[in-house]
């Protein structure tokens, strides 16, 4: 996420320095390393050199998205400003011909920039620290008693879901000479409350229509300083920071639990034949599933390969339940037997039975499915977002894309800065909760 600045940032940066060059002063804490690293260059090349850091420092707040974070950019605009008001004509002196004060407070800056780069901390208390500096240094400046400066604004940022206007306060001294007031393209608005401390507005303001990025809204403060014969009207630019309604995108994911099923295939053998002069005998053949686990599916039950001899009844399957089934069939022989003096003079032909039964068995195990999208979407600021996941839930994997580009996966209950994902195992109904634009910025 990139968000334009007032001005390109080395410009920002060349022209802070040599307010801070002049802020600095009333610091003593010099450190001899930096100061002999610092020996023989001229201020404008210390400047360049601090310039290139600063420049990378503040890059690092691009990808910040945070209350204080825009706070920051906003006054930095307000110390650059003072910048302009405060530089001095030293800017081509060396080090040495600077004075002890001035050689301090080159030191000091290296130091400070040293410890943001190790730390990669910046506060809003420093910023404002510099710019209260700047104030009090504006009032020794030569024909700058009571000239209108700035010490604070508020609010640095709003979301587009607040689609209202917007009441802003701004805080100085030597404010209220005349009457300011605030042009917005190209419209001016009067404070609703002023005072030589206090300027307070209610402005319209805007929302770009890019819903994917934060935006710099700028407007104009036109202030007056009293002169002995009449006022001199001073400028200053206000930055506001328009953070969209979507707080984010995300995906779901889900693992469910499934039956499937395995299949097998048999075929199995039955048969009988009759001794010679043996009566008629039913056969019964009876056939079972492979194991409890294995259940038949009686449709697929059918007999092949069947041969019967003459005076014998074809077997028929019967009973067939998905434990299994029999098979049933009459076996007679045919013809007739003679003995004579006890011996056999001839015998009948011997009755037969046979064939194959072939079924079809199945098994069920329980599987678990791949990890498959069953949602995606944009979530907004302070509105709840909710889904059932089924009775088969096993596993969910949600995946939210903040707006300043941080990816979170969450699997279980989580409390974030921005959201709250709620899950309920009993029902599987998962909530995701973006919280307000105020409290996740705070």
């Known amino acids: 996420m990139k968000i334009t600045n007032l001005k390109p940032k080395h410009l920002i940066v060349k022209s802070i320095l040599p307010c801070l060059i002049m802020?600095?002063?009333?610091?003593?804490?010099?450190?001899?390393?930096?100061?002999?690293?610092?020996?023989?260059?001229?201020?404008?090349?210390?400047?360049?050199?601090?310039?290139?850091r600063i420049d990378d420092i503040i890059a690092n707040l691009d990808n910040v998205i945070t209350k204080q974070s825009f706070d920051i950019r906003s006054h930095l605009q307000l110390v650059l400003q003072q910048a302009d008001y405060i530089v001095g004509k030293n800017i081509d002196k060396t080090f040495e011909k600077l004075t002890k004060e001035q050689q301090d407070l080159l030191t000091d800056i290296n130091n400070t920039i040293s410890q943001v780069e190790?730390?990669?901390?910046?506060?809003?208390?420093?910023?404002?620290?510099?710019l209260n500096k700047g104030v009090a240094l504006i009032g020794t400046l030569p024909g700058s008693k009571k000239a209108p400066v700035l010490t604070g604004l508020s609010p640095t940022?709003?979301?587009?879901?607040?689609?209202?206007?917007?009441?802003v306060r701004i805080d100085g001294a030597w404010l209220a000479h005349k009457e300011p007031y605030i042009l917005i393209d190209?419209?001016?608005?009067?404070?609703?409350?002023?005072?030589?401390?206090?300027?307070?507005f209610l402005l319209p303001l805007d929302l770009y229509n890019d819903s994917t990025r934060i935006n710099l809204k700028t407007a104009e403060l036109i202030v007056f300083k009293k002169r002995l014969f009449g006022s001199k009207e001073q400028k200053y630019t206000l930055g506001f920071y328009l953070v969209p309604e979507m707080m984010g995108t995300f995906k779901l994911l889900i693992k469910t639990n499934e039956v499937d099923s395995l299949y097998n295939y048999r075929a199995e053998k039955f048969g009988h034949r009759?001794?010679?002069?043996?009566?008629?005998?039913?056969?019964?053949?009876?056939f079972n599933s492979a194991g409890p686990k294995w259940k038949i599916d009686v449709n697929s039950v059918e007999l092949s390969g069947v041969h019967v001899s003459r005076n014998s009844t074809r077997p028929n399957i019967e009973n067939k339940t998905a434990n299994g089934f029999r098979v049933s069939g009459e076996v007679r022989n045919y013809g007739s037997c003679?003995?004579?003096?006890?011996?056999?003079?001839?015998r009948d032909?011997?009755?037969?039975?046979?064939g194959?039964?072939?079924?079809?068995?199945?098994?069920?195990?329980d599987t678990l499915s791949e990890l498959n999208e069953i949602a995606s979407g944009t979530l907004y600021w302070n509105t709840e977002y909710g889904i059932d996941l089924g009775p088969n839930l096993n596993s969910f994997r949600l995946e939210i894309l903040q707006l300043n580009g941080e990816t979170k996966i969450i699997d279980e209950n989580e409390v974030e800065k921005w959201f709250t994902v709620k899950f309920n195992r009993t029902t599987n109904f998962l909530q995701i909760e973006p919280n307000s634009l105020s409290t996740a910025l705070y």
Do not use: M
């Not at 001229?42 to 050199?49: A, K, P, Q, R, Y």
């Not at 940022?157 to 009441?167: M, R």
């Open 118 to 130: 190790q730390t990669g901390q910046i506060l809003i208390q420093d910023v404002d620290q510099i």
């Open 274 to 286: 009759n001794r010679h002069c043996q009566n008629s005998r039913g056969k019964t053949w009876v």
């Open 157 to 167: 940022y709003y979301g587009n879901s607040e689609n209202q206007d917007v009441s």
């Open 23 to 52: 802020l600095f002063l009333s610091q003593n804490n010099c450190n001899a390393q930096a100061e002999v690293a610092l020996a023989g260059q001229t201020v404008n090349g210390i400047v360049d050199n601090f310039a290139d």
């Open 186 to 200: 190209g419209e001016e608005y009067k404070p609703t409350t002023k005072i030589d401390s206090r300027l307070e």
């Open 349 to 354: 032909a011997r009755g037969s039975v046979n």
């Open 356 to 365: 194959t039964v072939e079924w079809k068995e199945f098994r069920t195990i």
């Open 338 to 346: 003679r003995r004579i003096l006890g011996e056999y003079v001839y």
